[in-house]
Nanobody, 116 residues
Framework: QVQLVESGGGLVQPGGSLRLSCAAS????????MGWYRQAPGKEREFVAN???????NYVDSVKGRFTISRDNAKNTVYLQMNSLKPEDTANYYC??????????WGQGTQVTVSS
């Protein structure tokens, strides 16, 4: 069993910053890709960013230059530093991990609300 626990969401004013964390625990040999997705009310879940085990990173265009993804392999943890937040970034953020055994796991989600 593998569990993902997210933290760091909350309410922030436009232009503010938040840092999300997602830690994996359980039967893990190695994690290939760690990533973040988000889902706003009434919309489909969308890709935000990911980072693989050799450090290659991808971002959706709307967050480039504002969000930074990173990982700590020793802690099986992925982070998402979010700066210059906009109201349109408001969503439930989910981490996703693709393990070396080809299993995919999702976190429970953490709410990010950007509002004045």
């Amino acid at each position: 069993q593998v569990q993902l626990v997210e933290s760091g969401g909350g309410l922030v004013q436009p232009g503010g910053s938040l840092r999300l964390s997602c830690a994996a625990s359980g039967s893990i040999f190695s994690i290939n890709t760690m990533g973040w997705y988000r889902q706003a009310p009434g919309k489909e879940r969308e890709f935000v960013a990911n980072i693989n085990n050799i450090g290659s990173i991808n971002y959706v265009d709307s967050v480039k230059g504002r969000f930074t993804i990173s990982r700590d392999n020793a802690k099986n943890t992925v982070y998402l530093q979010m700066n210059s937040l906009k109201p349109e970034d408001t969503a439930n953020y989910y981490c996703r991990m693709y393990l070396s055994n080809r299993m995919i796991y999702w976190g429970q989600g953490t709410q990010v609300t950007v509002s004045s």
